[in-house]
């Protein structure tokens, strides 16, 4: 587990009773992930804070149960835009964020159809393909942002079918918590012309 604070952890220990709580109502994440809860979904999310300097903002895409958007948020203090289509899920995440006193803004809407002030840094967790999350993320990044994509095992190979589409520069950093499983971090991209 990610070295944190005695407040972080107290924090990110109220984030996930609250998550219990509401997972018994709404499908936040499976029921059977909840006992895996911290090493399968806030560990994994905690591996991105080295990456993320003091005061970036963060615009997180499809958040649904937090991760990493809130996560991150509750860890690092950095502002950070929550994007979720799912209301109930927004109900949640605004929530969370009050009792964790996370430093969030909930965009109650589709991605294509949020317009937040472009961002620092944008992260996704298992929501689309690269490809996809390149077209979305473009829009809401700063030009000299990047991406952080919390990837499975096909992260290689959805590399190679965006980079059809896409210039850009990446490294992928293996997951710490994940054997599978990898960070892709992407910056200059833009379409193919």
Known sequence: MTTVSRETKARLECFAEVLAQWNAKINLVSPRDMRFIWPRHI??????????PEGATITDLGSGGGFPGLILAIATSNPVTLIESDQRKCAFLREAARLCEANVTVIPKRIEAA???PADIITARALAPLEKLLGWARPLLKEDGFCLFLKGIKAQSELTDASRDWHMTHSIIPSRTDPGGAIIKVSDFKRVV
């Open 43 to 52: 560990d994994d999310s905690l591996q991105l804070v080295p990456m993320i």
């Open 115 to 117: 317009t937040p002030e």
